[in-house]
């Protein structure tokens, strides 16, 4: 575990680590970015305040699908934050954290052949804004104040995941998510890497963790990649 006052991307980094070797359980976290990386080559604004940290994860041949690992990070933080006083966060497929259906969190997962680099960003006190979507923070909402300590927290409870995760596989993992995840028969709009757009009510998820959407004509949609959006 270590911090440093600033950096371009932690993902970056901990990706340049992985190649050099680093072993699981690795983790960095900057107090602030210059180079934020965020999904589908959106930048991730980083002021200082909040939470930039990722950590390395070595896939196993016997592990679930590496993609699965998006919920596990989600679960992860989901528990770190209602721990620290705030239950009421929920999870949109696959790993962005809401507050009132704002973004408070998200988490870039990156890989380099068995190496999946995990990294997470989380509005502890300050909501920068993204385009397209309503941001919130945790500002006052939390009994800790410093992203330090958000930090140490997450670092526990993503060990606690993991393990499950390689251990006993993806239905415990599914199971933590579903709970804290929209309600089933929420609409959702899914824009997916063609172009195109999918509409329907989510329905669960399939036993790999891809989402699945009830569409108007009463089929169902498993949608293994995109960027999920409440209607
Ligand atoms: O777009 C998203 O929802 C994912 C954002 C992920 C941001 C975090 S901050 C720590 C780590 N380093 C990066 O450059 N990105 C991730």
Redesign the pocket.
């Given at each position: 575990m270590r911090t440093v006052a600033e950096t371009?991307?932690?993902?970056?980094d901990?990706l340049a680590l992985a190649a050099a070797g680093a072993p699981e359980g690795s983790w960095l976290r900057?107090e602030r970015?210059t180079?934020?990386?965020?999904?589908?080559g959106?930048a991730?604004s980083?002021p200082i305040g909040n939470?930039?940290?990722?950590t390395l994860v070595r896939v196993r041949a016997d592990d679930p699908p590496a993609a699965s690992l998006a919920l596990v990070c989600a679960v992860a933080l989901a528990d770190t934050i209602g721990t620290l006083g705030c239950p009421t966060v929920t999870i949109k497929w696959p790993?962005?954290l809401l507050l009132d259906n704002a973004?408070l969190?998200?988490?870039?997962l990156e890989r380099h052949g068995d190496a999946i680099v995990a990294?997470?960003?989380v509005n502890l006190s300050s909501h920068p804004s993204?385009e397209g979507r309503q941001t919130a923070s945790l500002a006052g909402r939390l009994w800790v104040h410093s992203a330090a300590e958000l930090f140490e927290h997450l670092v526990a409870d993503f060990a606690t995941w993991l393990e499950t995760w390689h251990r006993d596989g993806l239905p415990p993992v599914i199971a933590r998510w579903e709970r804290q995840a929209h309600a089933p028969g929420t609409p959702l709009i899914a824009n997916l890497s063609d172009g195109t757009s999918v509409a329907g009510k989510y329905d669960g998820l399939a036993s790999d963790g891809a989402l699945r959407l009830r569409l108007a004509d009463g089929t169902t949609r498993v949608i293994h990649a995109a960027d999920v959006f409440l209607v």
């Open positions: 371009g991307s932690t993902n970056a901990m900057a970015q180079a934020g990386r965020g999904r589908q959106k991730w980083s939470v930039y940290a990722s790993n962005d973004k969190a998200g988490i870039l990294g997470f960003g993204i």
